[in-house]
C-alpha cells in the first residue's frame, strides 16, 4: 500500500517537472481512444486514413507538451504580438487567400492552413492581458476596446465565410469580457442591442447560410437538399436506442447514408453504434475536461492565468454543445467538430495547444508557490 502510494506521488511530481497535467492527460488518452474507434468505424475500416489520423493526434500532443513549456507570464508578453500577427494573417487572406468550395479561408506561405484557428488561441491571451491590465471592474473605455479587440477578426472570420469559428472566437473573447465583472445593463443593453441587429445581420449573411437556419427550423421541407445532413444525423442518433447497435453495425453510417461522417456529424456515428450509454460516457469525459480547466482556473496565483483558464475551458464546452446540438438538430449546422474526436489536422492542433496552457497555469502555478 505504501510502495504503491510512494509510486503515484513520484509519478505526480514527475509530470509536474514535465509540466503535464495527469488527470487531464488521461482523459485525453480515453478520447483519443474512443476517436481512433470512431474514425476507423466512420472510414468503413480504411487503415490508411486511421493513419493519417493518428499522425495528427501526435502531432496535437506534441503541441500540447510544447504549449505546456511556456510559462504563463510568457504567455502574457506575447499575447498582444501573436494577436497582431494572427490579425495580419486574416488580412492577406482577404487579399490573396485560397478558395475551396466556396469560402476563402486558407494561405498558403509554403504550407496551407488556416489563419483563423491560430486566432483561437490568440483571442484569449490578448482579451485576458488588456483586462488584466487595467482597472476591475473595467471602465467604459476598456470595455469598447475589448469589444473592438475582440469583433475586428471575428468580421473578418465570418466574412471568409466561416460561421462555426467566428462564433467561437467571439464566445472565447466576449466570456472574458464577460467575467470581468461588467455591469448588468451592459449586458442587457448588448443583448438588445444585439436583437435590434438580427435582421441586418440576416440580411448579410450568405444565401447558403440562411439556408441552413431555414433547414434548422424544417429540415423536411428539402430532405434531399440542404435538410439531408440533419435528417440523416437524426435518424442515426434515435436508432442507436440504449445499446446501439455494435461497433461497426451502423447502417446509417457504414451504407454511407450519413455525409460528412468523419468530421462533423462524427457524433452520429457513435450515438447509433453505441447508444445512449455510450453518449453519456463521452459527455461525462467532456465534462471533466471542462471541470478540471475551471478548477485550475479557480486555483490560479493571477488574473490573466485566470480568465485565460476559464475562456479555454467554457469554450471547450461551447465546441462540445455546438456540435452536438446540430447534429440532434436543435442548432443549425454552423460546421464544428467535436473536439478531439473528429478527424482534423490544424482544429486538433489549436485545441490540445489550447489545453497545453491549461496544463501550464496550473504546472508553473506549483512551482512558483514552491
Same mark, same amino acid.
Given at each position: /500500500?505504501?510502495?504503491?502510494?510512494?509510486?503515484?506521488?513520484?509519478?505526480?511530481?514527475?509530470?509536474?517537472?514535465?509540466?503535464?497535467?495527469?488527470?487531464?492527460?488521461?482523459?485525453?488518452?480515453?478520447?483519443?481512444?474512443?476517436?481512433?474507434?470512431?474514425?476507423?468505424?466512420?472510414?468503413?475500416?480504411?487503415?490508411?486514413?486511421?493513419?493519417?489520423?493518428?499522425?495528427?493526434?501526435?502531432?496535437?500532443?506534441?503541441?500540447?507538451?510544447?504549449?505546456?513549456?511556456?510559462?504563463?507570464?510568457?504567455?502574457?508578453?506575447?499575447?498582444?504580438?501573436?494577436?497582431?500577427?494572427?490579425?495580419?494573417?486574416?488580412?492577406?487572406?482577404?487579399?490573396?487567400?485560397?478558395?475551396?468550395?466556396?469560402?476563402?479561408?486558407?494561405?498558403?506561405?509554403? !504550407?496551407?492552413?488556416?489563419?483563423?484557428?491560430?486566432?483561437?488561441?490568440?483571442?484569449?491571451?490578448?482579451?485576458?492581458?488588456?483586462?488584466?491590465?487595467?482597472?476591475?471592474?473595467?471602465?467604459?473605455?476598456?470595455?469598447?476596446?475589448?469589444?473592438?479587440?475582440?469583433?475586428?477578426? *471575428?468580421? /473578418?472570420?465570418?466574412?471568409?465565410?466561416?460561421?462555426?469559428?467566428?462564433?467561437?472566437?467571439?464566445?472565447?473573447?466576449?466570456?472574458?469580457?464577460?467575467?470581468? $465583472?461588467?455591469?448588468?445593463?451592459?449586458?442587457?443593453?448588448?443583448?438588445?442591442?444585439?436583437?435590434?441587429?438580427?435582421?441586418?445581420?440576416?440580411?448579410?449573411?450568405?444565401?447558403?447560410?440562411?439556408?441552413?437556419?431555414?433547414?434548422?427550423?424544417?429540415?423536411?421541407?428539402?430532405?434531399?437538399?440542404?435538410?439531408?445532413?440533419?435528417?440523416?444525423?437524426?435518424?442515426?442518433?434515435?436508432?442507436?436506442?440504449?445499446?446501439?447497435? $455494435?461497433?461497426?453495425?451502423?447502417?446509417?453510417?457504414?451504407?454511407?447514408?450519413?455525409?460528412?461522417?468523419?468530421?462533423?456529424?462524427?457524433?452520429?456515428?457513435?450515438?447509433?453504434?453505441?447508444?445512449?450509454?455510450?453518449?453519456?460516457?463521452?459527455?461525462?469525459?467532456?465534462?471533466?475536461?471542462?471541470?478540471?480547466?475551471?478548477?485550475?482556473? !479557480?486555483?490560479?496565483?493571477?488574473?490573466?492565468?485566470?480568465?485565460?483558464?476559464?475562456?479555454?475551458?467554457?469554450?471547450?464546452?461551447?465546441?462540445?454543445?455546438?456540435?452536438?446540438? /446540430?447534429? *440532434?438538430?436543435?442548432?443549425?449546422?454552423?460546421?464544428?467538430?467535436?473536439?478531439?474526436?473528429?478527424?482534423?489536422?490544424?482544429?486538433?492542433?489549436?485545441?490540445?495547444?489550447?489545453?497545453?496552457?491549461?496544463?501550464?497555469?496550473?504546472?508553473?502555478?506549483?512551482?512558483?508557490?514552491?
Amino acid at each position: /500500500m505504501q510502495t504503491n502510494q510512494f509510486q503515484l506521488k513520484t509519478a505526480n511530481i514527475l509530470a509536474d517537472r514535465a509540466h503535464i497535467d495527469m488527470p487531464l492527460i488521461s482523459a485525453f488518452f480515453i478520447i483519443f481512444l474512443i476517436s481512433g474507434i470512431a474514425i476507423f468505424s466512420a472510414s468503413n475500416g480504411n487503415s490508411n486514413f486511421v493513419i493519417d489520423h493518428s499522425i495528427n493526434i501526435a502531432v496535437s500532443i506534441v503541441a500540447m507538451t510544447i504549449a505546456a513549456q511556456i510559462s504563463p507570464m510568457t504567455y502574457g508578453r506575447i499575447a498582444p504580438w501573436l494577436y497582431f500577427l494572427c490579425l495580419m494573417l486574416l488580412i492577406m487572406v482577404l487579399v490573396f487567400g485560397e478558395t475551396k468550395n466556396n469560402a476563402t479561408r486558407w494561405l498558403n506561405l509554403g !504550407i496551407t492552413f488556416q489563419p483563423s484557428e491560430l486566432m483561437k488561441i490568440a483571442m484569449p491571451l490578448m482579451i485576458a492581458r488588456y483586462i488584466a491590465t487595467g482597472t476591475l471592474p473595467p471602465t467604459n473605455i476598456s470595455i469598447l476596446i475589448s469589444l473592438l479587440i475582440v469583433l475586428l477578426p *471575428t468580421a /473578418m472570420i465570418l466574412y471568409q465565410p466561416d460561421l462555426g469559428t467566428s462564433i467561437l472566437i467571439a464566445f472565447s473573447g466576449l466570456v472574458i469580457v464577460f467575467l470581468s $465583472g461588467i455591469k448588468k445593463r451592459y449586458l442587457f443593453t448588448g443583448l438588445l442591442f444585439f436583437i435590434a441587429s438580427l435582421p441586418f445581420i440576416w440580411k448579410n449573411i450568405h444565401p447558403f447560410q440562411q439556408k441552413r437556419v431555414l433547414t434548422f427550423l424544417d429540415p423536411e421541407q428539402d430532405p434531399l437538399g440542404a435538410g439531408y445532413h440533419i435528417i440523416q444525423s437524426k435518424i442515426a442518433i434515435g436508432s442507436g436506442g440504449l445499446f446501439g447497435k $455494435g461497433w461497426m453495425n451502423g447502417t446509417q453510417g457504414q451504407l454511407d447514408f450519413l455525409p460528412e461522417r468523419t468530421t462533423d456529424f462524427i457524433f452520429s456515428i457513435l450515438a447509433e453504434e453505441f447508444g445512449l450509454a455510450g453518449v453519456i460516457i463521452i459527455v461525462i469525459i467532456y465534462l471533466f475536461i471542462v471541470g478540471r480547466g475551471l478548477l485550475i482556473a !479557480i486555483n490560479s496565483q493571477d488574473l490573466f492565468s485566470r480568465l485565460v483558464a476559464s475562456s479555454i475551458s467554457l469554450t471547450f464546452f461551447i465546441y462540445v454543445f455546438v456540435n452536438m446540438g /446540430m447534429t *440532434t438538430g436543435i442548432l443549425p449546422v454552423v460546421g464544428v467538430p467535436l473536439p478531439l474526436i473528429s478527424k482534423g489536422g490544424t482544429s486538433s492542433v489549436t485545441l490540445m495547444i489550447g489545453l497545453g496552457i491549461l496544463m501550464s497555469i496550473r504546472t508553473h502555478k506549483r512551482l512558483i508557490s514552491k
